[in-house]
């Protein structure tokens, strides 16, 4: 077994952060499989190039046979699994994808990453790791006053994508206490940073602002959500792979519960800022309250107390730190953003807001 490991979708946003950082930070080599959705973008990883410690395969974790060719060629001591369809507005519009890939992608993944670890010496058998990387929305919804989110929280998916995620979770689950499977499992708050796709609400807004475009919040704008910097995610990641319990889950959280209005509010200063409008108003004047989606959480908060209690992590990022550096990558990166926008993009954009009713 060698010191390589091997990530699922290293490609997409929190995937190449994560890939990125590795590459950057340690000394061992990285085996990147992913499908090149239109998420999953190779440019993330330009700086990458020429890197022989970085491998990026286009594949499918669903296909059997690749997945196990690479394990038994490049023999990694980890996987680390991100590959996923991630965005609640898309598995509401087309939820067989996430069942494709969250629920049938996770299960083949687990049995080539089982076959594989049950090849290995016992020595490499102890040594090797699979983390599973999840979301907080497998928990369900919270009302305003009760206590966030901890592992010991019942599941109560309420999105397609949700229950994709819960599904695969408990597969994880199900491979650890049935073979002794090596596991790891986090579940993450709503994540922001560089390389987000602009369909998620951070990035959407920025480059909506930037553009003087309108800022289309779903309901009253009173939804929360406990923002994680992606970077923050990424460390909270490399400390459970290394030191976590197997056959732990481990919530990763960023303490930084905003609703939805108030984030955007604070994009509209910050791109004022950075950006102002000659002769014009806030930015603040372009946000518009549109026909919510349909069973849309209310609150998601992370109790992380667990990850600071036996791994010693915690969130080293404030959010208007993090949204501060987040908005101003996404004003100097303008290339990035004009090779992501593409039509399928602009397809999507229309299909999902053009119909929304401005209430």
Same mark, same amino acid.
């Given at each position: 077994?060698?010191?390589?490991?091997?990530?699922?979708?290293?490609?997409?946003?929190?995937?190449?952060? +994560?890939?990125?950082?590795?590459?950057?930070?340690?000394?061992?080599?990285?085996?990147?499989?992913?499908?090149?959705?239109?998420? %999953?973008?190779? &440019?993330?990883?330009?700086?990458?190039?020429?890197?022989?410690?970085?491998?990026?395969?286009?594949?499918?974790?669903?296909?059997?046979?690749?997945? %196990?060719?690479?394990?038994?060629?490049?023999?990694?001591?980890?996987?680390?699994?991100?590959?996923? &369809?991630?965005? @609640?507005? =898309?598995?509401?519009?087309?939820?067989?994808? +996430?069942?494709?890939?969250?629920?049938?992608?996770? +299960?083949?993944?687990?049995?080539?990453?089982?076959?594989?670890?049950?090849?290995?010496?016992?020595?490499?058998?102890?040594?090797?790791?699979?983390?599973?990387?999840?979301?907080? &929305?497998? *928990?369900?919804?919270?009302?305003?006053?009760?206590?966030?989110?901890?592992?010991?929280?019942?599941?109560?998916?309420?999105?397609?994508?949700?229950?994709?995620?819960?599904?695969?979770?408990?597969?994880?689950?199900?491979?650890?206490?049935?073979? %002794? +499977?090596?596991?790891?499992?986090?579940?993450?708050?709503?994540?922001?940073? /560089?390389?987000?796709? /602009?369909?998620?609400?951070?990035?959407?807004?920025?480059?909506?602002?930037?553009?003087? #475009?309108?800022?289309?919040?779903?309901?009253?704008?009173?939804?929360?959500?406990?923002?994680?910097?992606?970077?923050?995610?990424?460390?909270?990641? =490399?400390?459970?792979?290394?030191?976590?319990?197997?056959?732990?889950?481990?919530?990763?959280?960023?303490?930084?519960?905003?609703?939805?209005?108030? @984030?955007?509010?604070?994009?509209?200063?910050?791109?004022?800022?950075?950006?102002?409008?000659?002769?014009?108003?806030?930015?603040?004047?372009?946000?518009?309250?549109?026909?919510?989606?349909?069973?849309?959480?209310?609150?998601?908060?992370?109790?992380?107390? #667990?990850?600071?209690?036996?791994?010693?992590?915690?969130?080293?990022?404030?959010? &208007?730190?993090?949204?501060?550096?987040?908005?101003?990558? *996404?004003?100097?990166?303008?290339?990035?953003?004009?090779?992501? =926008?593409?039509?399928?993009?602009?397809?999507?954009?229309?299909?999902?807001?053009?119909?929304?009713?401005?209430?």
């Amino acid at each position: 077994m060698n010191d390589a490991i091997l990530v699922t979708g290293g490609a997409g946003f929190i995937g190449s952060n +994560f890939v990125l950082n590795w590459i950057g930070s340690t000394t061992s080599s990285a085996i990147n499989l992913d499908l090149m959705t239109y998420a %999953g973008n190779p &440019e993330n990883l330009s700086s990458l190039d020429g890197d022989r410690r970085h491998l990026l395969v286009r594949g499918d974790i669903c296909d059997a046979k690749l997945v %196990g060719s690479l394990l038994r060629e490049h023999q990694p001591r980890a996987i680390v699994h991100f590959a996923a &369809e991630s965005h @609640v507005d =898309r598995s509401i519009a087309s939820p067989g994808a +996430f069942m494709q890939t969250n629920v049938q992608g996770t +299960f083949a993944l687990l049995e080539q990453a089982k076959a594989y670890w049950s090849s290995l010496s016992q020595a490499d058998k102890e040594s090797f790791r699979f983390l599973h990387v999840s979301t907080d &929305e497998v *928990y369900g919804t919270l009302g305003p006053l009760d206590p966030p989110f901890s592992e010991a929280t019942a599941y109560a998916p309420n999105s397609p994508y949700a229950a994709s995620k819960a599904a695969s979770d408990h597969l994880v689950r199900a491979y650890h206490h049935t073979w %002794g +499977f090596p596991t790891l499992t986090t579940n993450c708050s709503n994540n922001y940073g /560089p390389f987000q796709f /602009p369909e998620k609400l951070i990035p959407l807004m920025i480059l909506n602002a930037l553009e003087s #475009k309108a800022l289309p919040v779903y309901g009253d704008g009173m939804n929360v959500r406990d923002w994680l910097f992606v970077e923050d995610h990424c460390s909270a990641i =490399r400390t459970v792979l290394e030191s976590g319990r197997v056959g732990e889950t481990y919530n990763i959280g960023g303490n930084s519960e905003r609703a939805n209005i108030d @984030v955007v509010k604070t994009i509209c200063d910050l791109v004022d800022e950075m950006r102002p409008r000659a002769g014009k108003g806030s930015r603040r004047e372009l946000i518009t309250y549109v026909q919510d989606r349909p069973g849309h959480d209310r609150r998601y908060a992370i109790d992380a107390s #667990k990850l600071l209690r036996e791994l010693g992590w915690k969130p080293s990022s404030e959010f &208007e730190s993090g949204l501060r550096k987040t908005v101003r990558w *996404y004003l100097d990166h303008a290339s990035w953003i004009e090779n992501v =926008r593409t039509g399928a993009y602009l397809e999507w954009m229309n299909k999902n807001y053009s119909e929304r009713v401005a209430l």
